[in-house]
């Protein structure tokens, strides 16, 4: 069965500052990994993917992520947080040549940007 | 600019009453997820489509949910009899190849 793991509720992190947002996963393949983030009252928007080739995937609004597969993880990082980065982030994990199946979401990580 | 269409946005209704949740994937796109998303479980998957049939619908209550694709561009969840405990977003996510793209989500209030 495929999981997804983040393991803090919760980062604060100062305006101007690096930030990251950690993800592990569990597949019994290969792994297809996402990045999602939920503003207020919105849906989710799709950030960024790893599906195969260079391990540090570059997505929307500055974020790239990195997959390293003897960790099993899949971290968000951003250089430079901005205050309107503030929101809900998901990590989602689907193993590889699944066909288009469910995404398997981890339950969250609040990112809070400090000015 | 393609995207997701749910509606309602909002919905507020008696305990007891049906609910009924309308989606309209992308177009062209073969697969059509929903999810639930509450405080406590986090995103949760109800039933999932592709090419208009359902593949699985494990993760609703049997009893009382219901999702269906008459048409390649509409996509529905009802909820009959429904409960104070079904209040959540839900969102629907359509998707081809890898991501899913979702939409804003239905917030239903049982009251």
């Known amino acids: 069965a495929q999981s997804v793991a983040q393991p803090e509720d919760q980062v604060n992190v100062a305006e101007g500052n690096p930030l990251t947002v950690k993800c592990t996963y569990s597949?019994?393949?290969?792994?297809?990994l996402f990045w999602y983030v939920q503003y207020p009252n919105r849906g989710l928007q799709f950030l960024l993917k790893?599906?195969?080739?260079?391990?540090l995937v570059k997505g929307s609004y500055g974020f790239e992520a990195e997959f390293n597969k003897s960790q099993t993880s899949f971290h968000l990082k951003k250089p430079s947080a901005l205050v309107s980065d503030s929101a809900l982030y998901f990590c989602?994990?689907?193993?590889?040549?699944?066909?288009?199946?469910?995404?398997?979401f981890g339950k969250g990580t609040r990112l809070s940007v400090i000015a | 600019d393609a995207r997701v269409t749910q509606t309602p946005r909002h919905k507020v209704t008696e305990m007891g009453q049906e609910v009924t949740m309308r989606c309209q994937p992308i177009l062209g796109h073969n697969t059509v997820f929903w999810y639930r998303q509450t405080m406590m479980q986090g995103l949760e998957l109800l039933a999932y489509f592709r090419n208009r049939a359902p593949l699985d619908d494990s993760g609703m209550p049997k009893d009382r949910f219901s999702a269906e694709m008459p048409d390649a561009t509409l996509a529905t969840l009802k909820i009959q009899p429904s409960e104070p405990r079904d209040s959540a977003v839900y969102f629907c996510?359509?998707?081809?190849?890898?991501?899913?793209?979702f939409g804003q989500g239905t917030r239903l209030t049982v009251v």
């Open positions: 790893y599906i195969t080739g260079d391990n």
């Open positions: 597949v019994s393949g290969n792994p297809y």
């Open positions: 989602a994990v689907r193993e590889e040549h699944s066909g288009n199946t469910p995404l398997v």
């Open positions: 996510a359509s998707g081809i190849n890898t991501e899913a793209f």
